[in-house]
């Protein structure tokens, strides 16, 4: 009879502690992911590589387009005065010219898309390695991200995420 007392109130234990445990409320944090990743140190670095490695490319562009203006002028101000093979030879070389033009501007393009794409990966898992790391130091059970259409200021992670972002930045230095 005692054995059968004791395992009813081991039993009954059991299930109070599981009953306690499932009614602890969950820790929830919800983080602006566009704002850290426009915001965060290393987002601001990557901007500044980028202009760095393109807008020489891109002044180039400006000088290519200006010539190309120049000479476009120059045929609409001389056209009267041209010979027919003049006029044929000056047209064909601003349609090579134009096209030209157009290439290198798509490839530059391309370049700084891709350039571009690849910043944002390393950047994206160094935003997601510090959430992480957060909601693990500070018990959070569930960080929600984009796509949550209301929550209270007191969910909201990002600063404190942004802060920690800023900590590893300095640090990589």
Do not use: C, H, W
Not at 73 to 102: F, G, T, W, Y
């Amino acid at each position: 009879m005692k054995k059968i007392t004791r395992f009813l109130a081991l039993i009954t234990l059991s299930i109070l502690t599981t009953v306690a445990v499932a009614a602890e409320p969950m820790k929830i944090g919800v983080v602006n992911a566009p704002r850290l990743l426009s915001e965060s140190p290393q987002a601001k670095a990557a901007q500044r590589v980028l202009e760095d490695e393109f807008s020489p490319v891109q002044a180039e562009m400006v000088v290519l387009q200006n010539e190309f203006k120049a000479k476009q002028e120059k045929l609409q101000r001389d056209i009267d005065v041209m010979s027919a093979d003049e006029r044929r030879n000056a047209e064909r070389d601003l349609q090579n010219d134009q096209r030209n033009l157009q290439r290198r501007g798509n490839e530059l393009n391309e370049d700084f898309e891709l350039r571009r794409d690849e910043m944002l990966g390393r950047m994206q898992q160094d935003l997601f390695s510090e959430i992480q790391r957060y909601a693990n130091e500070n018990g959070y059970d569930l960080v929600l991200g984009d796509g949550v259409l209301y929550m209270g200021d007191s969910l909201d992670i990002t600063d404190a995420v942004l802060k920690g972002l800023e900590v590893r930045f300095k640090a990589a230095k």
